[in-house]
């Protein structure tokens, strides 16, 4: 027992003497929009989609490394825009949608494993991340005409991803990640009428980002 708990005094002080590195960064790249199913408050027929263009993100993100832990946890903004751009069902439809996300991030840098830099450039390491947040979106419909208009929502969103950290220099990192980010569904109401409703069905969001890490 006496062992147990100068092992965990020793960590602690470990823990205590490790400075934190605390961070900004910054990123832009392509972010696509599966197809949504969506209903209307007057047209549920089964089968309706919205189809949409890659678009182009960017955000940036403050953050911390925790101690001596392989671990980062940061907040992040981030805006994304995709153009509806659907002709071929019956129900196609022109527009975009846009929105903006404020998001907390939980990294693990895998660093220091075995082997693991026997494939790597000993300054190129992997992490994964989870997050979770709110979006906020906006939607504009131009076409079909019934249903043009435009409205807002925010709505709860959570998201993973794997990238890779290249250290340039000891302050900078090269940063080249992907994730896919889902929110819950988005009742947009209002958007031809005080009581109409535009309900899409879980919008999931795939990007490919690349940044610039500046570590203090």
């Given at each position: 027992m006496k062992k147990l708990i100068l092992a965990v005094f020793i960590g602690t002080c470990v823990m205590a003497q490790a400075k934190p590195r605390p961070y900004v960064s910054v990123y832009g790249g392509g972010s696509g929009l599966q197809e949504t199913d969506w209903s209307y408050t007057?047209?549920?027929t089964p089968g309706n989609k919205f189809?949409?263009?890659?678009g182009g993100v960017?955000?940036?993100a403050i953050g911390t490394s925790i101690g001596s832990l392989p671990?980062?946890?940061e907040v992040e903004y981030s805006s994304r825009k995709n153009d509806i751009n659907d002709r071929k069902s019956s129900y196609g439809g022109d527009g975009d949608m846009t929105s903006t996300a404020l998001m907390v991030n939980l990294y693990y840098d895998f660093k220091n494993f075995?082997?693991?830099y026997d494939y790597l450039f000993e300054s190129v390491y992997p992490y994964v991340f989870i997050g979770v947040g709110g979006v906020d979106a906006e939607i504009k419909v131009s076409s079909p005409s019934w249903l043009a208009g435009t409205a807002s929502e925010t709505v709860f969103a959570g998201q993973v991803g794997i990238g890779f950290g290249l250290e340039i220099t000891d302050h900078i990192i090269f940063d080249l990640k992907g994730r896919v980010m889902m929110t819950e569904d988005i009742e947009f109401t209002g958007i031809t009428s005080p009581t109409s409703k535009l309900e899409l069905d879980k919008p999931i969001f795939a990007e490919v980002l690349a940044g610039i890490r500046f570590q203090f």
């Amino acid at each position: 027992m006496k062992k147990l708990i100068l092992a965990v005094f020793i960590g602690t002080c470990v823990m205590a003497q490790a400075k934190p590195r605390p961070y900004v960064s910054v990123y832009g790249g392509g972010s696509g929009l599966q197809e949504t199913d969506w209903s209307y408050t007057y047209n549920s027929t089964p089968g309706n989609k919205f189809k949409y263009d890659v678009g182009g993100v960017y955000g940036a993100a403050i953050g911390t490394s925790i101690g001596s832990l392989p671990i980062r946890i940061e907040v992040e903004y981030s805006s994304r825009k995709n153009d509806i751009n659907d002709r071929k069902s019956s129900y196609g439809g022109d527009g975009d949608m846009t929105s903006t996300a404020l998001m907390v991030n939980l990294y693990y840098d895998f660093k220091n494993f075995d082997g693991l830099y026997d494939y790597l450039f000993e300054s190129v390491y992997p992490y994964v991340f989870i997050g979770v947040g709110g979006v906020d979106a906006e939607i504009k419909v131009s076409s079909p005409s019934w249903l043009a208009g435009t409205a807002s929502e925010t709505v709860f969103a959570g998201q993973v991803g794997i990238g890779f950290g290249l250290e340039i220099t000891d302050h900078i990192i090269f940063d080249l990640k992907g994730r896919v980010m889902m929110t819950e569904d988005i009742e947009f109401t209002g958007i031809t009428s005080p009581t109409s409703k535009l309900e899409l069905d879980k919008p999931i969001f795939a990007e490919v980002l690349a940044g610039i890490r500046f570590q203090f």
